[in-house]
């Protein structure tokens, strides 16, 4: 299959040091979402036995790798960030390819997973424990930090390269063996991720790749006791699951899921940033990101210019294939299609009122993809389940307020608590948000969107559980912290 033309040379599983076909012979093929007909590439399919394998392979590679020093470590995900900057261009054409996102965006994912590597090694020599006095003479007490032994990482399809590189970076660093599962839809960019780990020194077995369609092989690595932890992003239902069913053997768990993000827009704002960043946190990325924006609360004194303007610029976002310089890009898959084509019925069914878009294109020059228009519903009761409910797509629900603390009712209450935003010019009321609104992620004149790698990123309530990921938070996850106490008075 063509994989090679896309700069991939494997299509296969990386177990053990080894590019390997699975063991059952399976297969399957990955599709262009901008252009159905196209198969971008025929990629192995994993299967118990395969799992099994990497899992061994991961054991073990993992304590020579623990015993690796951390800057030696650092100096793998060094060389990965400087092969992977020489090969920007080509991660992002294949993030657009297998994704659907326009280019610029994939490129901000590249950037970004650059940043978390960069980030990460630079880890490598810190580390942190503490000394502390010892409530004993002659006694030192401090902590160090150990890693966990093997991780399963477990990928979703909407950033295929940046959250594999910030799950992984962090792992490898803190010293830990892996086995990596990414979404059946997008293995590409994690196939050529591997690759360029493998190419920069990394020893084998201490990253393993296993690629497919994924519920028994994520189920067994879930349940498998020779896994540590589990770093997981993807929705609510599944990661509800991995959650108790990795209780069951005592794993170290980091959630990161849904999200129904909410951005209040006060009376006093800049109507036209804050209109400007809604439509591209809405609808960039064609919304299927966990911190898309997929409320907005508007005070009502403000309501009519906001939507005017909103509408105004919606209607200006080109939507097309992502490798076409347009704003909105395929949504990823037909699954995803035809759940968003469903919610969209459902909010008329419910009552809301459709104010723009709302259709799957069918013309002729979106006949080859999945292409859904920027879709904005008004009248929205916040009891309703496209107020309620991740949608993941391009989709708005707009709610009108009567002051700040009524938004703030709006905003929190739905099950989700990832990321929000406010647009105000008053600096106590920003503050009075900050305080009460129930998210991990709280922006201030700022889109609901991303985050910098240094710093933490989750969710509270049904968005996340376990520690953040990024930042010093995701080595508090991959590392456990041992606390020694050390007598040398030689028992006088
Ligand atoms: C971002 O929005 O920039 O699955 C990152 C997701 C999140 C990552 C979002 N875990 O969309």
């Known amino acids: 299959m063509p994989a090679k033309n896309l700069g991939i040379e494997n299509n296969n599983l990386y177990i053990g040091g080894e590019w390997v076909d699975s063991t059952g012979g399976d297969s399957y093929e990955v599709r262009?979402?901008?252009?159905?007909?196209?198969?971008?590439?025929?990629?192995?399919?994993?299967?118990?036995?395969?799992?099994?394998?990497?899992?061994?392979?991961a054991k073990e590679?993992?304590?020579?790798?623990?015993?690796?020093?951390?800057?030696?470590?650092?100096?793998?995900?060094?060389?990965?960030?400087?092969?992977?900057?020489?090969?920007?261009?080509?991660?992002?054409?294949?993030?657009?390819?297998?994704?659907?996102?326009?280019?610029?965006?994939?490129?901000?994912?590249?950037?970004?997973?650059?940043?978390?590597?960069?980030?990460?090694?630079?880890e490598g020599r810190r580390m942190f424990g503490y000394t502390t006095p010892s409530e004993s003479r002659d006694t030192v007490a401090y902590t160090l930090r150990r890693p966990l032994g093997v991780v399963a990482v477990i990928t979703p399809w909407n950033f295929p390269l940046a959250i594999p590189a910030w799950k992984m970076a962090p792992a490898l660093i803190c010293g830990n063996a892996i086995v990596f599962k990414p979404a059946s839809s997008t293995p590409l960019s994690a196939i050529k991720l591997t690759e360029t780990f493998v190419e920069a020194g990394l020893p084998p077995g201490v990253l393993n790749l296993v690629t497919g369609p994924g519920r028994s092989v994520g189920d067994y690595m879930v349940n498998h006791?020779?896994?540590?932890?589990?770093?997981?992003?993807?929705?609510?239902?599944?990661?509800?699951?991995?959650?108790?069913?990795?209780?069951?053997?005592?794993?170290k768990v980091q959630c990161e899921m849904g999200g129904k993000n909410a951005v209040i827009v006060l009376s006093d704002a800049d109507m036209e940033q804050a209109i400007g960043s809604v439509a591209l946190a809405a609808f960039g990325s064609t919304g299927q990101r966990c911190t898309a924006t997929s409320r907005v609360i508007v005070e009502e004194s403000a309501l009519?210019?906001?939507?005017?303007?909103?509408?105004?610029?919606?209607?200006?976002?080109?939507?097309?294939?992502?490798?076409?310089?347009c704003d909105v890009g395929p949504v990823a898959s037909e699954g995803q299609f035809e759940k968003i084509m469903e919610y969209i019925g459902i909010g008329q069914a419910e009552g809301a009122n459709l104010?723009?878009?709302?259709?799957?294109?069918?013309?002729?020059?979106?006949?080859?993809g999945l292409y859904?228009?920027?879709?904005?519903?008004?009248?929205?009761?916040?009891?309703?389940?496209?107020?309620?409910?991740?949608?993941?797509?391009?989709?708005?629900?707009?709610?009108?307020?009567?002051?700040?603390?009524?938004?703030?009712?709006?905003?929190?209450?739905?099950?989700f608590g990832l990321s929000s935003s406010i647009y105000t010019s008053d600096v106590?009321?920003?503050?009075?948000?900050?305080?009460?609104?129930?998210?991990?992620?709280?922006?201030?004149?700022?889109?609901?969107?991303?985050?910098?790698?240094?710093?933490?990123?989750?969710?509270?309530?049904?968005?996340?559980?376990?520690?953040?990921?990024?930042?010093?938070?995701?080595?508090?996850?991959?590392?456990?912290?041992?606390?020694?106490?050390?007598?040398?008075s030689g028992g006088t």
């Not at 799992?51 to 392979?57: R, T, V």
């Not at 009519?304 to 310089?325: A, H, K």
């Not at 376990?466 to 040398?488: H, I, K, L, W």
């Open 32 to 57: 262009n979402p901008a252009h159905r007909h196209q198969v971008l590439a025929e990629v192995q399919s994993a299967g118990i036995e395969d799992a099994e394998s990497a899992i061994a392979a």
């Open 61 to 122: 590679a993992a304590a020579g790798w623990a015993s690796t020093p951390a800057p030696q470590r650092a100096d793998v995900l060094y060389r990965v960030h400087e092969l992977m900057r020489e090969r920007f261009e080509e991660f992002a054409r294949l993030i657009t390819l297998e994704e659907g996102k326009s280019l610029p965006d994939a490129r901000g994912e590249v950037q970004r997973s650059l940043n978390i590597i960069q980030y990460a090694a630079g």
């Open 225 to 251: 006791p020779d896994i540590a932890g589990i770093s997981f992003t993807g929705s609510t239902e599944i990661g509800a699951k991995l959650y108790s069913q990795a209780a069951a053997t005592l794993k």
């Open 304 to 325: 009519d210019s906001f939507l005017e303007g909103l509408v105004e610029r919606t209607r200006g976002m080109t939507v097309g294939d992502g490798l076409d310089s």
């Open 355 to 368: 104010l723009h878009g709302g259709r799957a294109l069918t013309e002729p020059e979106f006949s080859e």
């Open 372 to 415: 859904i228009e920027p879709t904005i519903f008004t009248e929205v009761d916040p009891g309703m389940r496209i107020a309620q409910e991740e949608i993941f797509g391009p989709v708005l629900t707009v709610f009108s307020c009567r002051d700040l603390s009524d938004a703030i009712e709006i905003s929190n209450d739905v099950q």
């Open 428 to 488: 106590r009321k920003a503050f009075r948000y900050i305080e009460g609104v129930d998210a991990g992620m709280v922006h201030v004149n700022a889109p609901t969107l991303g985050g910098e790698v240094h710093l933490p990123f989750g969710g509270s309530k049904a968005s996340g559980v376990g520690p953040r990921e990024q930042g010093t938070e995701a080595v508090n996850f991959f590392s456990e912290v041992v606390t020694a106490y050390v007598d040398y």
